[in-house]
């Protein structure tokens, strides 16, 4: 027998044990799914050094609602990484999706599969506990450590007497093993204000060179990583550690199978990650802030030459980065960049095409020369610290050391980020490439209107090409919506994918006709806002029973708002808008008044559209206010939008449509939820059924039974 047939065999042996255990019933997809996983990541070819050598990584499977996908990607790949000796790394989009892998799937899997691995959780290191810190906050008794300040953007954080008595209990949980660092599971919630102070990033971190080393909740957890062939993850993280050149933080991605579940959320993180953002004042109380912090490092370092000369070095840096700073704060000091009203918080400008007038790409290229010189003597200052730490050099007591080796690794972090913004708009696109997305946002403070400078990639094909897809060993992109209008092609385009890769499309195993979509008499086409607002009130009025358990789904804040003012103080007592408090404590509520035998009606926007789960009873009526279609004046839809239409193509057609079909598609999902779920979706969209793309929309969707007025 050969290995493949021999894992192939361990895969369907897995299978079988897990449905008798769990007393599940086989399901035709779930079947397909698991064979065409298994088939990709077995037909992949190696090295000698078990590298990947062909050029396609990914396979790319559509599991529609109740295939079990969850269960079939883990019976596939955790015999198939083991057998390959590769990690497994399973990445989510969402926290709820990440606990009931952690917490639900992978114990179930373990304990009644008869297979023996071991899986972690994976958190970014700010999700933990600094104990250096911690320990620094509570010695000072009243602020940090000054050096700290360097990157906190305070000169000093004064401690409260609540701030106080919560670290005090800190040190006394984590010393006596009552608290593991871990940010989630402390006994409540934590504020950002106190959980800043404490924590770090991996430029503040001082690894092995820290006095608290061995105490660290974050290395703690990572020693788990190392010994687990299961990660459990989110995308943001595998993006940072990818940012990072990869094994930073997970495996190397040449030695792992990657599995994105919600995985149509990918290129967008990926677009999030690598945009680069910066205030003017911001960046200006920055520099100050730094050089302020050299003074008094000077005055502290006894160690003679280099660190005195970097450090003048550092201060000249910034004496000339201020004064460019003005030079660039003049030249966007133009009407035509300037906001119209002063009084409003607004993307004012976005450079058409990304491009930027041949004087702003000088001063950027100029900023970005003396920023890199900047980022160059900060990273000597910390070797300079690392090494008085390691002993190899005298100038400060080692504790004293240890805070500034923290401090100039996060400012080198800061200056480099800084680079990033300036390199972005010094360079020009290349003719055959989609350009950046380049913009200039006015913020309203009481003191002054602020400038943000910004720039993202509109496409996330490159980034994960060069990032992701050239390096890893195999990743699988699953989720309930990865088509749009019935195709792969966008995925493909926008995720850099091979178009070669294993593509399956499973469709949920419900029964979607005893269920029905209805377009009602009253629906109309939307037109001006207060016009659109009393038809929809007209609309809902109609189609709501009071006694059912609805979610009215919106696609503006502003007329979510405007109809419930409008709809009536009846309807008003049964409505539970979104934004009136956590999006769990509205579910809650919810859930409670069904559970009371009362009616009950969910106003929400995109975030309730998406990854909520309300079985049965809980939601028997969707309602669709309007179809979800991109809003046209964000800058990087926007940009994307622009050169769509630029390279000869129609960005409605090929982008604002198929978006609304995986929309609309994800926000009728939250109809049916199990296999005897039942019930019905209205849309008050007329576009639905008056317009051609309306027709594409309807057929993409599930085969509910329709009813059209």
């Known amino acids: 027998m050969s290995d493949a047939a021999a894992v192939k065999q361990d895969i369907q042996q897995l299978y079988r044990q897990l449905i008798k255990q769990l007393q599940l019933t086989p399901r035709w997809g779930q079947k397909q799914m698991i064979a065409t996983v298994a088939n990709h990541f077995l037909g992949i070819k190696s090295d000698v050094e078990g590298h990947r050598s062909d050029d396609n990584p990914a396979c790319l499977v559509e599991a529609g609602t109740g295939t079990g996908k969850t269960l079939a990607y883990m019976v596939a790949c955790l015999p198939i990484a083991q057998a390959l000796e590769k990690k497994l790394v399973i990445s989510t989009a969402t926290i709820a999706l990440q606990e009931q892998i952690i917490h639900k799937d992978l114990p179930a899997l373990k304990k009644h599969g008869g297979y023996d691995f071991d899986f972690q959780l994976a958190k970014g290191r700010r999700r933990y506990l600094c104990v250096s810190r911690l320990d620094q906050a509570l010695s000072q008794n009243a602020s940090l450590d000054p050096t700290q300040a360097l990157f906190e953007d305070e000169l000093a954080l004064k401690l409260d007497v609540t701030q106080q008595a919560l670290y005090k209990d800190m040190v006394v949980r984590l010393g006596s093993d009552q608290w593991d660092g871990d940010r989630d599971t402390w006994k409540e919630p934590l504020s950002e204000d106190h959980w800043r102070p404490i924590t770090t990033d991996h430029k503040g ?30 995308h943001d993280l595998v993006l940072a550690d990818l940012s990072l050149g990869g094994g930073a933080i997970l495996p190397v991605p040449e030695d792992t199978i990657y599995i994105f579940d919600e995985g149509h959320h990918l290129a967008d993180k990926t677009l999030k990650q690598f945009t680069h953002q910066q205030g003017i004042r911001q960046l200006n109380r920055w520099y100050g802030q730094t050089r302020s912090g050299l003074k008094k490092f000077i005055k502290e370092w006894q160690g003679g030459g280099r660190g005195a000369q970097i450090s003048d070095q550092v201060q000249d840096h910034i004496q000339g980065l201020e004064q460019q700073l003005i030079g660039l704060e003049q030249f966007l000091d133009q009407p ?78 800061n200056a480099e980020q800084q680079l990033g913004l300036w390199q972005a708009y010094a360079t020009v696109d290349q003719a055959n490439e989609a350009p950046m997305a380049r913009w200039l946002q006015h913020w309203q403070t009481p003191e002054r209107v602020d400038l943000e400078i910004s720039a993202s990639p509109i496409m996330a094909a490159k980034l994960l090409q060069e990032n992701l897809w050239q390096r890893c060993y195999g990743a699988l992109l699953t989720s309930a919506t990865l ?29 979607f006709s005893k269920s029905h979509i209805s377009v009602p008499r009253e629906a109309v086409e939307p037109g001006p806002e207060t016009v659109f607002v009393e038809h929809l009130i007209i609309g809902l ?18 007329v979510m708002q405007l109809v419930f003012e409008g709809i009536g103080d009846d309807w008003q007592d049964l409505i539970l808008q979104q934004g009136e408090s956590s999006k769990q404590r509205l579910l809650d509520q919810h859930k409670q008044r069904i559970d009371d035998g009362e009616g009950s009606v969910l106003f929400g926007l995109a975030s309730f559209a998406e990854g909520i789960d309300l079985p049965g009873h809980y939601l028997t009526h969707v309602v669709i206010t309007r179809l979800p279609f991109t809003v046209p004046d964000r800058p990087v839809p926007s940009a994307l939008a622009e050169w769509i239409e630029k390279s000869g193509g129609n960005s409605f057609i090929q982008l604002s449509v198929p978006e609304a079909s995986v929309r609309l598609v994800q926000a009728t999902g939250r109809l049916l939820r199990k296999e005897d779920d039942k019930g019905r979706i209205t849309i008050l969209d007329k576009r639905i059924v008056s317009k051609r793309y309306g027709q594409q929309l309807l057929q993409a969707l599930p085969p509910y039974e329709r009813r059209f007025a």
């Open 205 to 234: 971190c001082t690894n092995r060179r820290c006095s608290h080393f061995s105490q660290c909740p974050f290395f703690k957890a990572r020693d788990g990583l190392e010994q687990a062939d299961c990660i459990v993850t989110n």
């Open 336 to 413: 035509s960049f300037s906001p119209q009203d002063s009084y409003q918080q607004q993307e004012n400008y976005r450079f058409p095409q990304g491009v930027v007038p041949s004087e702003l790409v000088q001063i950027s290229h100029d900023l970005g020369l003396s920023t890199a010189r900047l980022a160059r003597d900060l990273s000597a200052l910390h070797e300079l610290m690392d090494d008085v730490v390691k002993g190899d050099q005298n100038g400060l007591p080692k504790e004293q050391a240890e805070s500034y080796l923290a401090a100039f690794g996060v400012l080198q972090q």
């Open 483 to 511: 088509t749009a209008l019935g195709s792969f092609d966008g995925l493909i385009t926008h995720s850099g994918l091979n178009p070669r890769s294993a593509m399956l499309a499973v469709a949920s195993p419900f029964d």
């Open 541 to 558: 009025k109609a189609q709501l029973k009071s006694a059912e358990a609805s979610l009215v789904l919106f696609t503006s804040r502003r």
